[in-house]
């Protein structure tokens, strides 16, 4: 990337437990976010969502190392069991579609206008 609007110290940043990211304010009015899974994946690059701004975190990698990722946080238990019948929907579906095939051995015939 480019050039950063500035560079902060993860220390500098606030935490929000609702939208679950770090955050830091932007010119714009609105304000920088990371989430602790993209610092985990060694992700640097806070964003702003209404403004074409980036700022460069300066953090310890080590400190995220083992922090889950960012859609294990919110998802429950019961929630992982729904996502996995619909994937084996899915599979069923495609079954499906494959036994209904049919593939015609008569090669079709093409008009070519001159």
């Given at each position: 990337m480019g050039a950063y609007y500035d560079e902060i110290e993860i220390e500098d940043m606030a935490w929000d437990e609702e939208k679950r990211v770090y955050h830091y304010p932007c010119p714009?009015?609105?304000r920088f976010e990371i989430s602790r899974g993209q610092?985990?994946?060694y992700e640097d690059i806070a964003t702003c969502p209404?403004?074409?701004?980036?700022i460069r975190v300066i953090y310890d990698p080590l400190d995220y190392e083992d922090e889950p990722p960012d859609d294990d946080c919110?998802?429950?238990e019961g929630?992982?069991?729904e996502e996995g019948s619909d994937s084996d929907d899915a599979d069923q579906e495609f079954v499906d579609a494959i036994?209904?095939?049919t593939i015609s051995?008569?090669?079709k015939a093409v008009?070519?206008?001159a």
């Open positions: 714009c009015g609105d610092l985990a994946d209404s403004c074409s701004l980036v919110e998802a429950s929630e992982e069991e036994e209904h095939l051995e008569e090669p008009a070519v206008a």
